[in-house]
């Protein structure tokens, strides 16, 4: 999926996610592995479950800190790239308010929802 994205570095091909079944005791990944969940049904009828990362542009500390390069990799990246190749989910979207965010996003493979500016503050008007 690396190369497919966009992501030839010797960083990405060495990264292995860790399947569910190997995890730490006692981690969320290994909790989720045991829900008795059925994918696709939710009360007897049919659901599509969908990751949802929230993203801006905006930071008081590192503004688009999201699109920042770690180990070759935009920190978003990592997110998402784990997100898409988990199997878990039918669909991985980005709800962000900044072009970079929205083009690195569609890169790693994910859906992306604009936010308007004014929903994107830290704080939302009274």
């Known amino acids: 999926m690396w190369e497919e994205n966009g992501f030839s570095g010797e960083e990405g091909r060495n990264l292995h996610l860790q399947p ?10 290994e909790a989720a592995a045991q829900l ?7 009360c007897g009828e049919a659901s599509h479950l969908a990751a949802l ?4 542009g905006s930071s008081k500390g590192i503004p688009l800190k999201n699109i920042k390069h770690l180990a070759g990799v ?7 790239l784990a ?4 199997g878990v ?3 991985v979207w980005v709800s962000m308010d900044h072009d970079e965010i929205e083009n690195v996003a569609k890169q790693c493979g994910a859906q ?3 936010r308007s500016s004014e929903v ?7």
């Open 20 to 29: 569910a079944e190997a995890a730490i005791p006692g981690s969320a990944p």
């Open 36 to 42: 008795p969940l059925q994918p696709g049904l939710v």
């Open 53 to 56: 990362i929230l993203a801006r």
């Open 74 to 80: 935009p920190l978003i990246g990592w997110v998402l």
């Open 83 to 86: 997100a898409l190749d988990s």
């Open 89 to 91: 989910f039918q669909s």
């Open 112 to 114: 992306v929802h604009r």
């Open 120 to 126: 994107s503050k830290t704080a939302l008007p009274h």
